[in-house]
């Protein structure tokens, strides 16, 4: 029995979860669902969107499914998503970037950077202090080598130009990637967010601090026909996440025309995460399939409903 | 009499602002030139990439023409443009980013945020201090309003969701759009990036803090066919800036194939400053014209040199 947390969260998280759900169910029968409930909608019903009692039902999965949570910038309102990385120790977000001519992976930096939370108030300023470790640098570096040395190389994404804390960042990188045998390179942020649009092709392993490596892969889903495509992976040493790039999206929130790729997808970086690379592959065919055949949501031009484009997926299985 | 300082700075600086300035010559024969030398090749030779003189002497300028400076990561060197944006308090960066059915302008906040230059270290950890002020925040949010009033609306770029130092930034641009009358949306800056490459049509003027200014416009440079298009303006209160947005780009700098644009389209926002309404629309048709031919620089497929575009352009003139 393999036990999987189920995350719906807010939003379309309602509506895709439930599609990759059923997708893995299906290559799965051994998979064990088990509902969480955390988020927004929670804390407007009970005061609380997620506690110590909902991070220890996660922590006794073998793996999580994750939807997507709505955050407002209220500023009595702590991210759940965020609560979580740090609660689990999910130090890399993996996203993957693929499409015509280019296989890219994004790794970003979870845990630290400018999400350490710490922040105040001073006279007529506000302060969010970015912080970069080299504890917290070195396993993230040591994570995107090990894939890097699976595939080409390496490209470290930084501002190290201004930031001296990416200085840091970037030794520490060097120096694993040295140490593996990594052919690598630097690029600045802002040029990186130009380049991948340009030459995709170019680029293979990103490692990159945290809120950069949030930027970098929503512009980067763009090469992917936009977010409703791009899944992650929130991986720690103890710990495994699984949710789609895209937010909780309360504009098209209960009209069954979210698109759940990037949510099946996810589920296919859950397979592979316990090496069942047979299935990945099976359900990543069966969306390819379901794809060439025009059946596609609204966001890729298509018509079809979301439980509907399951039900095809499905029917490839 | 009107007096230009000009600043090549380094790398393709030596081959794009020499045709900028001719540009700017030909139609304002009453503009005084001067050179000021500052950058990295300044640094390696003299030991000081700019000094007290330096600013002076820009200070002493009616505007300023600049190219490119190279800004290695040595942490004893400190970045002259950033030097510069702070010693002159330049704290409106405009960029604008213009094409087939958009026409967009980034207007970012230039003197704080992650650029505080608070940083140190303790113990394992690099840390840089996210400074957001109310009085910075203001001023940039009042610049913003002004163009959008005179457009059509203002979109407010921020990661409030996560940074409360962002929370401070929005609620000050809302008070000024609201003051102003002029019509707001707010939106998250990894969303932005993404959403700005699907429907640029549907942004118009876009205000930012300083780094996601800075990877917006970038970003937003990949709609205009790379960063060789886009000009820039760095506004304070006393003093005026223009630069290209791309940088000194040394890979390719000695070889006559920079792309002039960026440079010249710099020149016609320092003549609109002056209110040069008349000249700045005659240079930008020149350029045009000049493409509209076929007249390309090699990132744009072309085979036409930096020189060379140049003498088109002043053809067209
Ligand atoms: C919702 C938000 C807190 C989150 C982040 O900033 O990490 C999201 O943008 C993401 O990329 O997962
Ligand atoms: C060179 C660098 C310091 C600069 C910045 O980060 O502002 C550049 O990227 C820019 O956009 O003008």
Redesign the interface.
């Known amino acids: 029995m393999v036990r999987i947390a189920v995350v719906e969260g807010d939003g379309i998280g309602h509506e895709v979860i439930p599609v990759a759900r059923s997708v893995l169910g299906a290559v799965r029968p051994d998979f064990e669902f088990f509902d969480v409930e955390v988020g927004y909608g929670r804390w407007e019903r009970t005061g609380s969107a997620c506690d110590s009692g909902t991070i220890a039902d996660l922590r006794s999965a073998d793996a999580i499914l994750f939807g997507a949570v709505t ?3 209220d ?1 009595g309102y702590r ?1 759940v998503v ?1 609560q979580i990385r740090h609660d689990l120790d999910l130090y890399a977000n993996i996203r993957p970037v693929r499409g015509e001519g280019f296989n890219i992976v994004i790794v970003r930096e979870n845990t630290e950077g ?2 350490s939370g710490i ?1 105040w ?1 001073e006279s ?13 640098s070195r396993r993230i570096a040591r994570c995107a080598c090990t894939l890097a040395r699976q595939r080409r190389h390496l490209t470290i994404g930084n ?12 030794d520490i990188c060097r120096q694993e990637a040295e140490r593996a045998g990594v052919p690598y390179e630097t690029r600045y ?3 990186l ?2 380049d991948i ?2 030459h995709p092709d170019r680029y293979d392993v990103i490692v990159t601090t945290n ?2 490596g ?2 970098l ?3 980067a ?2 090469l992917a026909g ?2 409703g495509m791009l899944p992650s992976a929130n991986i720690g040493d103890r710990y495994a996440f699984f949710e789609p790039v895209h ?1 909780s999206a309360p504009d098209i929130a209960g009209q069954n025309i979210a698109n759940p790729i990037a949510a099946i997808r996810s589920g296919v970086m859950l397979l592979r995460h316990f090496d069942d690379t047979g299935n990945a592959a099976a359900v990543e065919e069966a969306v390819g399939k379901t794809l060439a055949k025009g059946i596609r949501t609204p966001d890729l031009g298509g018509t079809t409903g979301t439980r509907e484009f399951g039900e095809a997926v499905l029917r490839e299985l």
């Not at 007529?124 to 917290?136: F, H, P, Q």
């Not at 501002?159 to 970037?170: I, Q, R």
């Open positions: 955050t407002p910038p500023p991210s965020l400018l999400y922040e108030r007529d300023r506000a302060c969010t202090l970015r912080v970069i470790s080299e504890k917290g501002k190290a130009n201004v930031l001296k804390s990416d200085v840091l960042f970037v942020i802002d040029a967010c130009l649009l340009m809120i950069f949030d930027i892969s929503d512009t889903g763009y936009g977010l937010g």
